[in-house]
């Protein structure tokens, strides 16, 4: 053993810090899976890449997205799963390119809500049109994949399958009983006698006016994947709503009633329909053209809160208008992109984060770039608030937009404590010094300030829509106090401008950009989407928000539900914020 100290000019070098053997080993780690990966991805996509001509294939399942994000364990960028937005612009390329000669539809349970559904059917639609043609196969079909199936020449089903149109239906919780058992005490103000979002906190079932509005989109959305059903298979309105009063619950009957075109197992399908040699869709996406000019598709994903973006423990994503306003700023000084469009996905959240976004927005007009906004499933309460000033806004009919209105206020969890055994006692000067005290009801001049603050912030609304929908603050009002549209309701209510998907936004786009229609385009959708190396070293940096500890799709719909908006509503109500937003996600299935 050598004890013979370091010269004196050879210094000893300090070991690694344990950061560095983090990022070491996990540089390893992922680089060997990157490269298996990538050998894997080679031939997958050499295989795929034999057939230059064929029908193609597009599988429907729940690892379609709307907006970019984490893409779990994926190693390689080339393989992260079209979004809706990139398969319904494939649909529509590939109607047209002579090298697709039909496509095979694959549907599956997606997870979608029905504005994503309508941006898929309608790309399903412009496809058959051309006249080339599309067979569709599931082994199950509920409501929203038979609509989607319907828009093909051909619907196949398992031949021990199930077809269950039955309807739409939506649920919501209550909590007032809860909270009284724990003995917590809500305590809510809300502007608009449609800002239904506080009832779960404190009713047991819902007001007249939220039964009102709740039945008109009911009526709305369910006309429209009626008539959608019956132009797909070229009957009566009056037959599809009889199946839905007596669905067929065996494929036999689905069969002999003219509900599907054969009962059909998969490989009969995709091999003796749609030909051995396929096109995948994935290879079909990444070879999409680009052009010379850019356009910037920002995705508005989640619930608004203030500072930054991350992915809550129960599942789904928020927008910190810290992050957000990050990526316009960078976008707004891009002279590459010449106009932006604002995918927005979002129920609402923060008053405060909403006006901040709306700003940051505004900033990119004024710096000459065209703003147009494209609705998804929600674009409701926070969520219409950031798009109200675009320059256009396009929706789908089945989006669910509006509900212009704020609410705020605390839980009194004093009862709670007692149950506990614990006491308090506070002492405090001026007279509402206590007015978010977590363990006091508000007093009669406390309720007063916090309902004239909400009020204020109302008025600032329907300004910020007034101005950007060219409208009078009365006539937005009229249409606004919290009552939530379809995307068909509000084009005529002068919500939004047009309906339609990602690629009429594009369009229009365009056209305010001055950019020639026969012009190719480059999109740049943002955020950009991460690698599993990406998303472990934003970790190890601590840039990488809450990780998932548990798996939220495993826990049953309405518990995860009720859990994620209770987490999103405390953070948005932080320190007395108003809340812009819908009381969860609006499900209707």
């Not at 002999?256 to 869709?281: H, I, N, T």
């Not at 005529?492 to 950009?513: H, M, N, P, Q, S």
Request: glycine fraction near 12%; hydrophobic fraction near 40%.
């Amino acid at each position: 053993m050598n004890d013979t100290p370091p010269p004196p000019n050879d210094p000893v070098q300090p070991p690694p810090s344990r950061r560095a053997w983090v990022l070491l080993g996990l540089g390893g780690l992922v680089t060997f899976g990157a490269l298996v990966a990538a050998g894997v991805a080679f031939a997958v996509r050499g295989h795929h890449g034999e057939a230059q001509t064929g029908f193609l294939e597009v599988h429907l399942d729940e690892t379609m997205a709307d907006a970019p994000g984490d893409a779990g364990l994926t190693l390689d960028p080339g393989d992260f799963p079209p979004l809706v937005t990139e398969t319904a612009a494939a649909l529509r390329r590939a109607a047209a390119d002579p090298k697709v000669t039909g496509l095979y539809l694959e549907v599956g349970g997606t997870g979608l809500g029905w504005a994503g559904t309508q941006e898929l059917r309608d790309a399903v639609t412009a496809f058959t049109a051309s006249g080339k043609p599309c067979h569709a196969w599931a082994q199950e079909l509920d409501n929203k994949g038979y609509y989607l199936a319907s828009a093909c020449d051909q619907i196949h089903l398992a031949p021990a399958g199930l077809m269950l149109v039955n309807g739409l239906a939506v649920t919501h919780a209550y909590y007032a009983g809860t909270l009284e058992k724990v003995g917590v005490k809500a305590n809510f103000e809300h502007v608009g006698d449609y800002k239904s979002a506080v009832e779960p906190f404190t009713r047991a079932g819902p007001s007249d006016a939220a039964s009102e509005a709740t039945e008109g989109l009911l009526g709305n959305l369910w006309d429209q994947v009626v008539d959608g059903i019956a132009a797909g298979r070229s009957i009566d309105a009056e037959r599809v709503r009889a199946l839905v009063d007596d669905p067929p619950m065996t494929p036999q009957a689905a069969l002999e009633g003219g509900w599907v075109d054969a009962l059909s197992y998969r490989d009969q399908v995709r091999e003796e329909k749609a030909g051995p040699e396929r096109l995948e869709l994935g290879d079909y996406v990444r070879d999409a053209p680009s052009g010379t000019r850019t356009v910037a598709v920002v995705h508005a994903e989640g619930q608004i809160v203030s500072g930054e973006s991350d992915s809550p423990l129960f599942g789904g994503t928020m927008i910190g208008d810290e992050s957000f306003i990050e990526i316009l700023d960078d976008v707004r000084e891009d002279e590459e992109v010449a106009a932006v469009v604002l995918r927005v996905n979002s129920p609402g959240g923060s008053g405060l984060a909403s006006d901040n976004i709306w700003h940051a927005v505004e900033r990119l007009k004024a710096a000459g770039k065209p703003v147009v906004v494209s609705m998804g499933d929600y674009a409701a309460s926070g969520g219409y608030y950031i798009a109200a000033g675009a320059d256009r806004i396009v929706a789908e009919p089945g989006t669910l937009t509006g509900s212009i209105g704020v609410f705020g206020g605390k839980m009194n969890v004093a009862g709670l404590y007692d149950k506990l055994g614990i006491t308090l006692h506070t002492w405090q000067r001026g007279a509402v010094a206590g007015l978010l005290s977590p363990t006091s009801d508000f007093s009669e001049l406390e309720r007063a300030k916090f309902r004239a603050f909400l009020e204020g912030f109302y008025e600032t609304f329907l300004t910020r829509v007034a101005e950007g929908r060219g409208m009078q603050r009365d006539a937005v009002h009229a249409v606004a106090q919290g009552r939530v549209w379809t995307g068909a309701q509000a084009l005529d209510r002068k919500l939004v401008d047009e309906l339609g998907g990602l690629d009429v936004a594009i369009a229009r786009a365009r056209e305010l950009a001055k950019i020639p229609a026969d012009e190719s385009l480059t999109l740049r959708r943002l955020p950009e989407r991460r690698t599993l190396f990406e998303q472990l070293l934003a970790d190890v940096e601590g840039k990488g928000g809450a990780r998932l500890a548990v798996d939220p799709m495993a826990m049953d719909p309405a518990l995860r539900d009720a859990v994620g908006g209770f987490v999103a509503l405390s953070r948005v109500l932080d320190h007395g914020g108003v809340a812009a937003m819908l009381p969860g996600r609006l499900h209707i299935d």
